[in-house]
């Protein structure tokens, strides 16, 4: 498990309500306070890209209406941590509502969306166990049974355990059973479900289409809203995909979203002290730099820091001794600036990449030199008559053209016998900067992309 990313467990949900690390209280609350509004059929998206923090996002919300909600076995202590850390308002606002999470991609193998939802509300209420209205359980066996879904089969012999069943075509149609089954669900409950859908992007097409449809006809209720967390740009791609790419997929999903918000981005700067990668060495600032400029999503910063991390550290201990060398001042400088920018773009771009390390394009180290305020970490790049700053009687230069400088020592210049280094104030650069700078981008496996 990496050592930075948080992942949503029921644990680190609190936590981060309790310290409130990355500012996301205030949009809880007022998604909360939404959600109390809602007194009619209401579907909900809310968008961002991927690794954004969506599902770490509705994981809090679903337990925040869990926690308030007073008819359920929610544990004692997590309800206490979490109404705490809100104003009382919400008590009143949610404690008729109860939440059900359904992670789409997990179970998109399933054969029919609306059975696996079903299912996973008979779990996630505790049906076997404890509901005293034995139609309600009575109705989910009737629903299982009649969509025939091989995975529950277990599960539903397990319920025919206490009770018998009629067949449902002989009762009444499919539809009413559904609907009598949601509704027995919510006034077991409270008077109002909130369901989440998560990753739908993700699933197949067949999939999510079906799901979408089945949701719009058969779970569209008045006590009921139903949030998707999801990318739309690729949700998009994706049912383009099952309808064809000249389909107005923009236009199909405003049929099944009331309401659509975006998910705000946090603070990079609470993020990076909330993973604790908020130190002041050059190559944690120009990694920091590199996230913020190219705008990574959180999962995609995590991933690139953690390969900036493995290479620069594997690195430092391989040669920890020849470092004290004239050489290894050089290969010290690599791993904090040249190295980092390059394994940036490997995970995001392999055009820019390519046209990095074969001595196209200076400007990707624009992460660098386009903020001046960090010349003073340079100073060692300068001869002894330039300078950075004007009116010290030496020759003033910017950043930018040191950088070039040092872009040319390492991807540009032909070294040979003749003329077998360059020196850029203490730095000595040879054909060798080149080689260690390749060897080390080499460590992170071809498909390092970010962006997964």
């Known amino acids: 498990m990496s050592k930075y990313e948080i992942m949503p467990t029921d644990e680190n949900l609190i936590k981060e309500i309790q310290l409130n690390s990355l500012r996301r209280n205030e949009d809880l609350e007022c998604f909360c306070r939404l959600l109390s509004t809602r007194k009619k059929a209401t579907t909900i998206s809310i968008e961002g890209n991927w690794g954004c923090g969506k599902t770490f996002f509705v994981k809090q919300l679903f337990l925040i209406i869990n926690a308030y909600n007073k008819q359920n076995n929610f544990d004692k202590k997590k309800r206490y941590d979490i109404n705490s850390f809100f104003d009382n308002y919400h008590q009143s606002d949610l404690d008729s509502q109860f939440a059900i999470y359904y992670d789409a991609w997990k179970n998109d193998n399933d054969s029919d969306p609306l059975a696996s939802i079903i299912y996973e509300m008979a779990q996630q209420l505790d049906l076997l166990y404890e509901f005293k209205d034995t139609n309600l359980i009575n109705g989910a066996i009737e629903i299982l049974d009649f969509l025939s879904k091989t995975r529950i089969n277990d599960f539903i012999k397990a319920l025919k355990n206490t009770n018998s069943v009629n067949e449902i075509e002989k009762e009444k149609s499919f539809e009413e059973r559904i609907k009598e089954f949601i509704s027995n669900a919510i006034n077991e409950r409270g008077n109002r479900m909130v369901l989440f859908i998560d990753e739908l992007d993700r699933c197949k097409p067949t999939y999510a289409v ?6 719009k006809h058969y779970l ?6 139903i949030i998707f967390s999801v990318n739309s740009e690729e949700l998009q791609h994706t049912i383009k995909h099952f309808y064809g790419n000249d389909f107005d997929a923009l236009r199909y999903l405003d049929k099944f979203f009331d309401y659509r918000f975006s998910l705000p981005k ?6 990076y002290q909330r993973i604790g990668f908020d130190e002041n060495s050059m190559c944690a600032i120009v990694t920091q730099k590199f996230i913020n400029k190219y705008k990574l ?6 991933r690139y820091i953690e390969h900036v991390e493995i290479v620069t550290n594997g690195l430092e201990a391989h040669y920890s001794v020849g470092m004290v060398n004239r050489d290894g001042a050089v290969k010290r400088f690599l791993l904090s600036t040249i190295i980092p920018i390059g394994l940036g773009l490997r995970g995001i771009n392999s055009g820019l990449y390519n046209d990095f390390i ?4 200076y400007s990707l180290l624009a992460v660098i030199y386009e903020d001046d305020v960090f010349a ?6 300068l001869s002894t008559n330039e300078t950075f700053n004007e ?3 030496k020759k003033q230069i910017s950043l930018e053209m040191v950088m070039k400088k040092v872009y040319d020592a390492i991807f540009i210049n032909a070294y040979s016998q003749e003329n077998p280094s360059v020196r850029i104030g203490k730095y000595l650069f040879t054909s060798s900067a080149k080689e260690y700078v390749l060897s080390a981008l080499s460590m992170i496996f071809d498909d390092a992309n970010y962006s997964i």
Do not use: N, Q, V, W
């Not at 074969?358 to 394009?361: I, M, Y």
């Not at 003073?376 to 790049?381: A, E, T």
């Open 391 to 393: 009116g010290e009687g």
């Open 297 to 302: 999503e959180i999962r995609e910063a995590i």
């Open 358 to 361: 074969s001595g196209k394009d």
């Open 220 to 225: 569209f209720d008045d006590r009921i809203t």
């Open 376 to 381: 003073y970490m340079f100073y060692d790049l």
């Open 210 to 215: 079906k799901l979408l449809e089945e949701i």
């Open 266 to 271: 946090i603070s990079m700067d609470l993020f």
